[in-house]
């Protein structure tokens, strides 16, 4: 069954990200297991709103969650964020840091340098793109180096100065009784300096919104769900701190001839009354863009399908390939003219006369079923 993380949490798909984050926070201070070691079932539940919430909490994971449901986070489509361990810490994290993080730092390193925070784009692709791979270009807005001040934050010839209140580490420590208490520093607010005259372009943050344009590879046999993370192509970092790395998730648009199942192709091709009957060559196409024949044998029903080996898609990680399936559709033909009309009748007065079910087995054995059943409410 689908994962429906609104649903775990409790909250509407409209709910805001305040609403998300008091939901999970009631539903994991509840089953933390710390709170219930000997309930195992606990654990498993706090398991399941840690996962939810790791992806509702972030807008661009949000969004695919909206579009595509949780397939687009399943581990074996690209190795996703999941459920688990790492999901329950990563969520329980943020709501730790809300309580405390004041109180332990913030979780900024000295100087205030902070890596820069990670970025996720959706990428849409055909369904040929998927199968051939290719060089895709993005442009995605995030938050990159400022070009003015090279990311010190501080106009040129201005360098920022240490902060006299915390000596730089951006934080300081209060004695409280018998304990020692750490807290960001109020007046550099963590950053570890104070900058007197700020840079005209970034008004000291260092950083500036701006489109950034980049390369991706595909390779060729991937599926909606696949992630390819881009080390240090996310946002700057701040004071000197690392760029975060962008994650491209991908999603493959639905074909207008081909449904797609792992590596193997279904094609629904309609066929006439007369070809299905008879039998023969039928031309169909292929994902590759060319056409092949696939044999039809006489007699041939609705539904009924023939492989096509190798004519698939790529398989992801080797030259491999799957299979298409040909799935027939024999169609009823309309408007026909008097002369073809008459013919039809005859063919049916022929079929009508056939007392062996020789023509049409599947009707003769239907109906001899329907006749038994009538006899038998007569007794």
């Not at 990428?123 to 199968?131: G, I, T, V």
Request: proline share 4%; glycine share 14%.
């Amino acid at each position: 069954m689908s994962k429906d993380y609104y649903k775990t949490l409790g909250v509407e798909k409209g709910a805001s990200a305040d609403d998300i984050k008091k939901a999970y926070r009631k539903l994991a201070m509840k089953y933390h297991p710390d709170q219930n070691k000997d309930n195992p079932e606990a654990e498993a539940k706090f398991k399941e709103v840690s996962e939810a919430y790791e992806i509702l909490k972030d807008e661009q994971k949000r969004a695919a969650f909206d579009r595509y449901g949780a397939a687009a986070f399943d581990g074996s489509m690209g190795g996703a964020p999941g459920g688990g361990a790492g999901a329950a810490a990563g969520a329980f994290s943020d709501i730790f840091e809300d309580m405390f993080g004041d109180f332990m730092g913030g979780g900024r390193g000295p100087g205030g340098a902070q890596r820069g925070s990670d970025v996720q784009y959706t990428l849409e692709l055909s369904m040929e793109d998927a199968f051939k791979g290719k060089e895709a270009q993005i442009k995605i807005p995030l938050a990159d180096t400022c070009d003015q001040c090279d990311g010190s934050g501080a106009k040129a010839g201005s360098p920022a100065g240490q902060c006299t209140t915390c000596d730089g580490a951006g934080r300081v420590r209060q004695q409280q009784g018998f304990f020692t208490i750490e807290r960001t520093c109020p007046t550099c607010q963590g950053q570890g300096n104070i900058i007197s005259d700020p840079c005209t372009k970034c008004g000291g943050e260092g950083r500036i919104r701006k489109e950034k344009t980049l390369k991706v590879k595909i390779p060729a046999g991937v599926d909606t769900g696949r992630r390819i993370r881009l080390t240090g192509e996310g946002e700057a970092g701040t004071q000197g701190g690392p760029r975060g790395d962008l994650y491209v998730l991908l999603a493959i648009k639905p074909h207008k001839l081909f449904k797609r199942d792992g590596a193997n192709l279904f094609c629904r091709v309609p066929i006439t009354v007369t070809k299905a009957a008879l039998g023969g060559d039928l031309q169909v196409p292929t994902i590759e863009g060319k056409a092949t024949k696939v044999k039809i044998p006489p007699g041939t029903q609705t539904g009924q399908q023939f492989r096509l080996k190798s004519k698939g898609m790529t398989v992801l990680g080797n030259d491999s390939r799957g299979d298409m399936y040909i799935e027939a559709f024999v169609e009823t033909p309309v408007n026909l003219n008097k002369k073809q009309q008459s013919l039809l009748k005859q063919l049916d007065k022929d079929f009508a006369e056939d007392t062996t079910g020789k023509y049409s087995p599947e009707a003769s054995g239907f109906f001899g079923k329907v006749k038994e059943f009538w006899d038998d409410l007569k007794d």
